[in-house]
């Protein structure tokens, strides 16, 4: 057991120095990744004037600018660059077979090195996602009492809805690579994921904006917690028993996917041939 | 005379080589096309869905939902058309100037900037090209049809739109080529691209969105100094709303985008031939 610790550490600390190379290109990087809110907020600004009504799809001006401003969050956490692409190229070019010889897990070593990558990530960003914060806090000034900025419970709802939507994006991403078992080239997979993931994980508009039969498609799958759910949260559109019942949803699919992307790459490993050397 | 039909010659053997190329492996052509199609239609989608919550895009504007989509196929032109003839190129020009490669270019006896420009065509970009034509036909029918206030088309029109579509165009090849110049100075620059991606995303939207306060700074920055503002409003401003020559600031703006873009050629021809001559060669 304490092996097991000490190689984990290990691993997620050569992780963490290998992202911390190119810190200031990151947090450059960062800042500039807002740029394109500022054309949304004015974007709704303009449609909230011409609406002439305080609400859209229950949401004040103030709240639509905050919901994408907390939608950058969630997806810092839920964002898997690379990951299943990368895992398909292992597959092809046989560098997978490193897993099969050395006593390590592939599922596993590829998780903390995306919790390593995000947590140098983190450190690097909280300088320039506080500063947009800070700038933009009016917006977070009227936000009903059920929000995170008024109510405990729902600040530590919005982390662990945070958190779960980063273990939920990173077997949701693998699943789909490991399929590279069976294809060799997942791109046409991949480009179809992010097509939807793009426009149903809610973060280029608020879900709620959505018509009947959307509303329901985007319901049943769990794309939504890869950006819209958390910041539902923190708005205070969840309470109660619909906020416990959609935490444990969140955490049921992050089952199933685990589930999922074991099955994958245990059948996988089962009818792999190694090419190359 | 001569030399400008040599530069044709050039510019189309370029254009069979890609389509060669691309027609050698058709079925990835396809699912190129069907991509970048897809693509366009879902975001289609959603501004079909912010026309469900609205009926203009700013108070008084008047950009309503046919209008826009005019504005909308107006982006799709200039940006399949950056895409399909600079894109590429412009992209393998930092990694040549990596790689050292540039070399080749530098020693070929015809104008470097036009080689680097133009080499490879993407053609499956022009996908969006074509699915630009329809939506504008279909939002033009629309606008002809109402029955307040219907659109008149007129043949002058036709003519002044393909030039400022072909303006912006310019204009945003500019700026790219500009940017990824720098890069014989940087060693690299992902950023900066990424950069040009943040910037042409203000192109993408009516100017009058940018009200207020703090939008009005960021209209006149984005029009004047960076004139990428200019590069689908006038255009589409031109065949959705008709200049009127009550409106002078709109005649204004569309003789500015004509300045705007012989300045933005020009400045980026003189940084290209500046950044050149710090090239040195990176190969072997």
């Given at each position: 057991m304490t092996a097991r610790l000490t190689t984990w550490w290990t691993i997620l600390r050569i992780c963490l120095e290998e992202r911390l190379v190119y810190r200031g290109d990151f947090a450059l990087g960062t800042l500039m990744r807002f740029l394109p809110i500022i054309t949304q907020i004015f974007l709704w600004q303009a449609i909230f004037q011409a609406r002439g009504?305080?609400?859209?799809a229950g949401y004040r001006y103030e709240e639509f600018v905050a919901y994408y401003l907390l939608t950058m969050v969630s997806r810092a956490f839920s964002s898997m660059p690379g990951l299943a692409s990368g895992i398909t190229r292992q597959i092809r070019d046989g560098e997978i077979k490193k897993y099969l010889i050395q006593p390590v897990d592939l599922l596993g070593f590829l998780f903390l090195s995306r919790l390593a990558h995000k947590v140098a990530y983190y450190s690097v960003a909280v300088g320039p996602f506080a500063l947009v914060f800070f700038l933009c806090r009016?917006?977070?000034?009227?936000?009903?009492?059920?929000a995170a900025t008024h109510s405990a419970v729902t600040a530590a709802a919005f982390v662990a809805s945070l958190l779960m939507s980063f273990v939920l994006a990173f077997f949701l991403e693998s699943a789909l690579g490991l399929v590279g078992f069976w294809w060799l080239e997942v791109s046409s997979l991949l480009f179809v994921y992010m097509l939807f993931s793009y426009f149903l994980?809610?973060?280029?508009?608020?879900?709620?904006m959505l018509p009947q039969p959307w509303r329901m498609i985007v319901n049943a799958i769990?794309?939504?917690?890869?950006?819209y759910y958390p910041v539902a949260i923190f708005l205070g559109k969840q309470t109660g028993y619909e906020l416990a019942g959609n935490l444990c949803l969140q955490f049921s699919w992050i089952v199933l996917l685990a589930g999922v992307s074991r099955v994958l790459y245990w059948r996988g490993v089962r009818r792999y041939s190694g090419f190359g050397g | 005379m001569k030399e400008a039909a040599s530069y044709l010659r050039v510019f189309l053997t370029f254009a069979r080589n890609s389509l060669v190329r691309d027609m050698t492996f058709r079925t990835n052509f396809l699912l190129e096309s069907l991509a970048s199609l897809s693509w366009m239609l879902a975001n289609l989608g959603f501004y079909l869905l912010i026309f469900s919550h609205t009926r203009y895009i700013g108070r008084g504007s008047g950009w309503g939902q046919y209008e826009f989509f005019v504005f909308l196929s107006t982006t799709m032109f200039v940006n399949s058309l950056v895409q399909a003839f600079f894109m590429a190129n412009v992209d393998e020009f930092s990694e040549m100037i990596r790689t050292g490669r540039l070399d080749f270019a530098l020693l070929k006896p015809i104008d470097t900037q036009f080689v680097i420009s133009l080499q490879k065509i993407d053609w499956s970009s022009l996908v969006n090209f074509a699915a630009g034509g329809v939506l504008l036909a279909f939002s033009l029918v629309k606008l002809a049809a109402r029955p307040a206030n219907p659109l008149q088309l007129e043949p002058l029109m036709a003519v002044l739109y393909t030039l400022y579509v072909l303006c912006g165009v310019a204009i945003l090849y500019s700026l790219m080529i500009a940017l990824s110049a720098t890069s014989i100075w940087l060693g690299r620059n992902q950023t900066l691209y990424d950069f040009w991606f943040y910037i042409t995303n203000?192109?993408?939207?009516?100017?009058?969105?940018?009200?207020?306060p703090w939008g009005r700074p960021l209209r006149w920055v984005f029009t004047f100094?960076?004139?990428?503002?200019?590069?689908?409003n006038v255009p589409a401003r031109l065949l959705a709303q008709p200049l009127r020559p009550e409106t002078s600031l709109h005649w204004t703006l569309a003789a500015f985008a004509i300045v705007a873009t012989v300045a933005s050629l020009a400045a980026s021809r003189w940084v290209f031939n500046r950044a050149l001559t710090s090239y040195r060669s990176a190969s072997s």
């Open positions: 009504s305080e609400q859209l009016g917006y977070f000034d009227d936000l009903p009492p059920e994980s809610g973060h280029m508009f608020p879900l709620d769990p794309l939504k917690f890869l950006a | 203000f192109s993408r939207y009516p100017m009058e969105i940018y009200s207020g100094l960076v004139p990428v503002l200019v590069v689908v």
